[in-house]
């Protein structure tokens, strides 16, 4: 770990954290990269992730989401999340802001995070947004996957959609109004695990890197990130988060 970075973490009082995809590849989560496999296979995942694919064929993709659901159940938090939960227990200022739409960092026992692309768990009525219950067992899902047909709202009868931001839809306001805050106001900011394409979530660098604070992203891979983040500690969340913060506390209580 570069000692400039140490010294850096060392002084910061605020760190603000954005997550994609690559924090749950651990835990067995695909990531938006991986291949669709199945009935989806000929699909790239941001053709699903669309209100204009939804409304062409509801059961494909209500089928796509059921077997991401399934996947996720099915998922345990990783040592990224646990590690990611760990600081923010240690340090009281970390906003933890994350494109992804599964539950591992609230079930790793991280809390008030700003979910940006919405929440696979919390599905709502495309007609008049009311709720909708899912039921808490596993869906069983053939592997190949299959179309499933969308519930219908028990109070308007409505069509349910998955609780998700799609590509060309705008991200939630107060979430958004919030991580750009988080972003301009942290002396660390972290992009773990994301391949830091889709906008406007990636801009939340560049905006935090222009405010002064020192960034730093955590993956394997070169991402889009890379010719502006301070540092790239190159790895899997899993393995170099719990080195960091190790490294981090020692520092803090030396
Ligand atoms: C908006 C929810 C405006 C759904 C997601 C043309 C038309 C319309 C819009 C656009 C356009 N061109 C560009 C845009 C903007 C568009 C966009 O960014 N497109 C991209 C493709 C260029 N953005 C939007 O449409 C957004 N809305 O702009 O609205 C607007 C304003 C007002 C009024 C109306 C409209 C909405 C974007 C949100 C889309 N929804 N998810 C779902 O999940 O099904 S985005 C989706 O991608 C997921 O949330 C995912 O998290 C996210 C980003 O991907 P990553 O998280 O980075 O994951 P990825 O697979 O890419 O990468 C994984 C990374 O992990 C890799 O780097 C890998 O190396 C790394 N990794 C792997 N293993 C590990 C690891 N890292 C660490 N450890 C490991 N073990
Ligand atoms: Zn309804």
Redesign the pocket.
Same mark, same amino acid.
């Given at each position: 770990m570069e000692p400039s970075l140490l010294e850096a973490l060392r002084v910061a009082a605020r760190v603000t954290i954005l997550?994609?995809? %690559?924090?749950s590849?651990?835990s067995g989560v695909p990531?938006?990269?991986?291949r669709q496999i199945g009935l989806w296979e000929r699909f790239d995942?941001?053709e699903?992730?669309t209100p204009q694919a939804y409304a062409r064929d509801p059961a494909l993709v209500w089928g796509w989401?059921e077997w991401?659901r399934a996947a996720v159940l099915r998922a345990q938090p990783n040592l990224?999340h646990r590690s990611i939960a760990a600081l923010a227990s240690k340090m009281p200022a970390v906003t933890l802001i994350t494109?992804?739409?599964d539950d591992l960092h609230e079930r790793a026992g991280s809390s008030g995070l700003l979910h940006?692309?919405?929440r696979?768990m919390r599905p709502y009525c495309q007609q008049c947004g009311q709720p909708y219950a899912l039921c808490g067992d596993v869906p069983e899902i053939p592997e190949g996957g299959q179309r499933i047909d969308p519930p219908r709202c028990a109070t308007c009868g409505g069509r349910v959609r998955?609780g998700?931001?799609?590509?060309?839809?705008?991200?939630p306001a107060e979430e958004w109004r919030s991580a750009v805050l988080a972003a301009q106001r942290c002396d660390a900011f972290f992009a #773990?695990?994301?391949?830091?394409?889709?906008?406007?979530?990636?801009s939340l660098i560049g905006l935090a890197r222009r405010a002064g604070a020192v960034t730093v992203q #955590?993956?394997?891979?070169a991402?889009a990130a890379d010719g502006v983040v301070d540092y790239h500690l190159q %790895?899997?969340? %899993?393995v #170099?988060l719990p080195a960091l913060l190790h490294a981090w506390h020692e520092i803090l209580i030396s």
């Open positions: 997550t994609g995809a %690559g924090v590849a651990e990531t938006f990269r991986d995942a941001a699903l992730a989401y991401r990224a494109q992804n739409v940006l692309h919405g696979l998955p998700v931001v799609w590509f060309g839809e705008p991200l #773990i695990g994301t391949s830091a394409v889709v906008q406007p979530a990636a #955590i993956n394997p891979d991402t %790895g899997k969340a %899993g #170099i």
